[in-house]
């Protein structure tokens, strides 16, 4: 803390008999920190020597460390009345009377505190507190304690202790406008719990539908997607517009911008996007949450009190924010304050572990390992692509090995043939097949990107359907609400050598075709990035569609290379494969489909001499 070490261990030990080791081992504890301990042998000390203010001082100070803030506070103002009526130096009390507050999250109440106790014989002692507060707190909460932005901190602090949550060793951190994190000010041992917010704190669904809007939009029977997320955008744009309410230190620490979202992005910013499927899910989105806020407002006119741009913004801010737990084994969507300031990591998984305690009705945050002093605490949103953090977080992670394309298949409507497919798979002819997920990394990915290779492999087939459909169709299922049928699940693996390249011909095509559609290339994408000027949407934009580029050339490169080895013997095309420099995100393919079928498979379209070669092997 601010203070020196110990308050007055000297005047402790002088008043204490010679050879007592009580104190000794108060301050073994507190080194150690543990202050729950020490608090235990100071109280038993306190109670034979009421009238020693040092012990007062330390007992306070054993108090705050375990977060009794109150009693801390009548303690050393117990202290000081002792000194004050032995006329001894209080310096050391106030001292501690400032880490309290400290402790407490309370530093102007810290600097009032001392300007309150400037006197002539103190004055630059206690000025050289006052700035060495302001020093510290520039340092751990990026803010001058001055600043709006740091008063509404202190606000929201003091709303969660009220609110009855516990913290311990943490403090948010101002980084930009909007953005904020949280750190360990202390370390956090590994399996420390230093996070438990109440039910009272926490927002559901319900909190939404328990307001008046809430229950006449529930009235309504309105059709809304994610309806969850609608209910707690509700519940906090209602807060929001109440003057008096008690969620305001909540509500005022809500983001206000959401530029950061490509749903907000700026017309020159979307012109980044061009080429990629993200522009038409920025748009589709927009449109339909366009749509939806009508349809709200025409079933329940009172819902008009929100714009449709709050609306729009607060069910994205939503999304970004909400956990999914587990309350007395029912799935809920929840907004926990200050755990939702938690920012992402990927390479910080298992850093916590947080989930709901029935028992406590509560969530509660544990450290699954230590984390140091200083270090930002976070959590890992779950393995994503690029495409789901950007558009549902505003943010994306370099070089994210789950990076991801969508890509529409079509059925050729003009011939019968196709229709016979359309009709095997229940999808009409003129429809896409379905938008399909390309995984850049096959790995624990391959299973997608075995389905999508399947398809190709099916619009390329040539011989009998009825051998597809009896060996690798899945029987039709029929919808209970509709009785339509649904997409059957269709898996083809390798069906022979001719089909294969004409599958690995088509992925050319279909990428070579997406790579088109950007008006920059992949190496201007690379060349962009290395300037450190770039704005953050900028910068996430060209780091997007390299991603995207990036999936698109190692379509080729794979086609290329598994279309030479097909060519080859099975010797050949291993001895092709491990002359490449390093392993490609698409080995999976190569070597869990591609070798092992150029020892299985022959075809009569290959010459005589090949089919031999490849027995032989």
Same mark, same amino acid.
Request: hydrophobic content about 35%; overall charge neutral.
């Given at each position: 803390?601010?203070?020196?070490?110990?308050?007055?261990?000297?005047?402790?030990?002088?008043?204490?008999?010679?050879?007592?080791?009580?104190?000794?081992?108060?301050?073994?504890?507190?080194?150690?920190?543990?202050?729950?301990?020490?608090?235990?042998?100071?109280?038993?000390?306190?109670?034979?020597?009421?009238?020693?203010?040092?012990?007062?001082?330390?007992?306070?100070?054993?108090?705050?460390?375990?977060?009794?803030?109150?009693?801390?506070?009548?303690?050393?103002?117990?202290?000081?009345?002792?000194?004050?009526?032995?006329?001894?130096?209080?310096?050391?009390?106030?001292?501690?009377?400032?880490?309290?507050?400290?402790?407490?999250?309370?530093?102007?109440?810290?600097?009032?505190?001392?300007?309150?106790?400037?006197?002539?014989?103190?004055?630059?002692?206690?000025?050289?507190?006052?700035?060495?507060?302001?020093?510290?707190?520039?340092?751990?909460?990026?803010?001058?304690?001055?600043?709006?932005?740091?008063?509404?901190?202190?606000?929201?602090?003091?709303?969660?202790?009220?609110?009855?949550?516990?913290?311990?060793?943490?403090?948010?951190?101002?980084?930009?406008?909007?953005?904020?994190?949280?750190?360990?000010?202390?370390?956090?041992?590994?399996?420390?719990?230093?996070?438990?917010?109440?039910?009272?704190?926490?927002?559901?669904?319900?909190?939404?539908?328990?307001?008046?809007?809430?229950?006449?939009?529930?009235?309504?029977?309105?059709?809304?997607?994610?309806?969850?997320?609608?209910?707690?955008?509700?519940?906090?744009?209602?807060?929001?517009?109440?003057?008096?309410?008690?969620?305001?230190?909540?509500?005022?620490?809500?983001?206000?911008?959401?530029?950061?979202?490509?749903?907000?992005?700026?017309?020159?910013?979307?012109?980044?996007?061009?080429?990629?499927?993200?522009?038409?899910?920025?748009?589709?989105?927009?449109?339909?949450?366009?749509?939806?806020?009508?349809?709200?407002?025409?079933?329940?006119?009172?819902?008009?009190?929100?714009?449709?741009?709050?609306?729009?913004?607060?069910?994205?801010?939503?999304?970004?924010?909400?956990?999914?737990?587990?309350?007395?084994?029912?799935?809920?969507?929840?907004?926990?304050?200050?755990?939702?300031?938690?920012?992402?990591?990927?390479?910080?998984?298992?850093?916590?572990?947080?989930?709901?305690?029935?028992?406590?009705?509560?969530?509660?945050?544990?450290?699954?390992?230590?984390?140091?002093? +200083? @270090?930002?605490?976070?959590? /890992?949103?779950?393995?994503?692509?690029?495409? #789901? *953090? &950007?558009? !549902?977080? $505003?943010? =994306?992670?370099?070089?994210?090995?789950?990076?991801?394309?969508?890509?529409?298949?079509?059925?050729?409507?003009?011939?019968?043939?196709?229709?016979?497919?359309?009709?095997?798979?229940?999808?009409?002819?003129?429809?896409?097949?379905?938008?399909?997920?390309?995984?850049?990394?096959? +790995? @624990?990915?391959?299973?997608? /990107?075995?389905?999508?290779?399947?398809?190709? #492999? *099916? &619009?390329? !087939?040539? $011989?009998? =359907?009825?051998?597809?459909?009896?060996?690798?169709?899945?029987?039709?299922?029929?919808?209970?609400?509709?009785?339509?049928?649904?997409?059957?699940?269709?898996?083809?693996?390798?069906?022979?050598?001719?089909?294969?390249?004409?599958?690995?011909?088509?992925?050319?095509?279909?990428?070579?075709?997406?790579?088109?559609?950007?008006?920059?290339?992949?190496?201007?994408?690379?060349? &962009?990035?290395?300037?450190?000027? =770039?704005?953050?949407?900028?910068?996430?934009?060209?780091?997007?569609?390299?991603?995207?580029?990036?999936?698109?050339?190692?379509?080729?490169?794979?086609?290329?290379?598994?279309?030479?080895?097909?060519?080859?013997?099975?010797?050949?095309?291993?001895?092709?494969?491990?002359?490449?420099?390093?392993?490609?995100?698409?080995?999976?393919?190569?070597?869990?489909?591609?070798?092992?079928?150029?020892?299985?498979?022959?075809?009569?379209?290959?010459?005589?001499?090949?089919?031999?070669?490849?027995?032989?092997?």
């Amino acid at each position: 803390g601010i203070n020196a070490e110990y308050m007055g261990q000297k005047e402790l030990r002088s008043s204490m008999k010679e050879g007592d080791g009580t104190i000794k081992k108060v301050e073994e504890l507190m080194k150690e920190k543990a202050y729950r301990e020490a608090l235990v042998e100071v109280s038993k000390l306190v109670s034979i020597h009421k009238e020693d203010p040092a012990l007062r001082r330390l007992n306070a100070l054993c108090l705050s460390k375990t977060h009794e803030y109150e009693e801390a506070h009548s303690e050393i103002n117990q202290a000081l009345e002792l000194e004050k009526k032995n006329n001894l130096d209080p310096m050391q009390s106030i001292c501690t009377k400032v880490d309290i507050f400290w402790d407490q999250e309370e530093i102007n109440e810290a600097i009032k505190f001392l300007q309150a106790n400037m006197a002539d014989g103190s004055s630059t002692v206690i000025g050289e507190k006052i700035e060495e507060i302001k020093k510290r707190c520039k340092e751990e909460y990026g803010l001058e304690h001055t600043q709006d932005e740091f008063v509404k901190i202190e606000h929201f602090m003091r709303w969660m202790r009220r609110g009855l949550a516990t913290y311990k060793n943490v403090r948010m951190k101002y980084y930009a406008p909007d953005f904020r994190g949280v750190h360990a000010c202390e370390s956090i041992a590994e399996h420390e719990i230093f996070l438990n917010v109440p039910r009272n704190l926490i927002i559901t669904p319900q909190s939404g539908k328990d307001t008046p809007i809430g229950q006449k939009l529930l009235a309504s029977k309105v059709k809304i997607t994610w309806d969850y997320l609608v209910y707690i955008a509700v519940f906090l744009l209602t807060e929001m517009k109440k003057p008096d309410s008690t969620w305001k230190p909540f509500t005022d620490m809500y983001p206000r911008l959401v530029n950061g979202f490509p749903l907000f992005y700026s017309e020159d910013e979307k012109n980044l996007l061009k080429g990629s499927p993200m522009i038409d899910q920025i748009h589709s989105e927009t449109e339909q949450m366009k749509e939806e806020y009508k349809r709200i407002v025409t079933a329940v006119p009172e819902f008009s009190m929100f714009t449709e741009d709050e609306y729009i913004k607060n069910k994205v801010l939503v999304i970004s924010r909400i956990f999914f737990v587990k309350i007395k084994g029912v799935t809920e969507r929840i907004m926990v304050p200050l755990a939702d300031m938690f920012n992402h990591h990927y390479e910080k998984v298992g850093q916590t572990y947080w989930h709901y305690n029935d028992a406590s009705d509560s969530f509660v945050v544990t450290a699954q390992k230590k984390i140091e002093k +200083g @270090d930002a605490i976070c959590e /890992n949103y779950g393995v994503k692509p690029n495409y #789901r *953090f &950007l558009f !549902y977080y $505003g943010f =994306l992670i370099d070089n994210n090995m789950k990076n991801t394309v969508y890509i529409k298949l079509y059925f050729n409507k003009d011939e019968t043939r196709e229709k016979v497919k359309g009709a095997m798979v229940g999808t009409k002819p003129e429809n896409t097949i379905k938008t399909f997920k390309y995984y850049e990394h096959f +790995g @624990d990915n391959y299973s997608k /990107n075995r389905k999508f290779l399947g398809f190709l #492999r *099916f &619009l390329e !087939y040539e $011989g009998d =359907l009825s051998e597809i459909s009896a060996k690798h169709l899945i029987p039709p299922e029929k919808s209970a609400e509709t009785c339509a049928c649904k997409t059957r699940k269709l898996r083809l693996p390798f069906l022979s050598f001719a089909n294969e390249r004409k599958m690995l011909e088509r992925l050319q095509i279909i990428a070579q075709a997406c790579l088109k559609k950007f008006p920059d290339t992949l190496e201007t994408d690379e060349a &962009l990035l290395k300037d450190p000027s =770039l704005s953050y949407n900028v910068r996430n934009c060209i780091v997007y569609r390299l991603g995207e580029k990036k999936i698109y050339a190692d379509m080729i490169k794979m086609a290329d290379l598994a279309l030479e080895m097909l060519s080859k013997t099975y010797a050949g095309a291993c001895a092709q494969y491990k002359a490449l420099p390093s392993k490609p995100p698409y080995a999976y393919y190569i070597e869990k489909e591609l070798l092992p079928a150029t020892v299985s498979y022959t075809h009569l379209t290959l010459p005589t001499n090949r089919e031999v070669q490849i027995a032989v092997v």
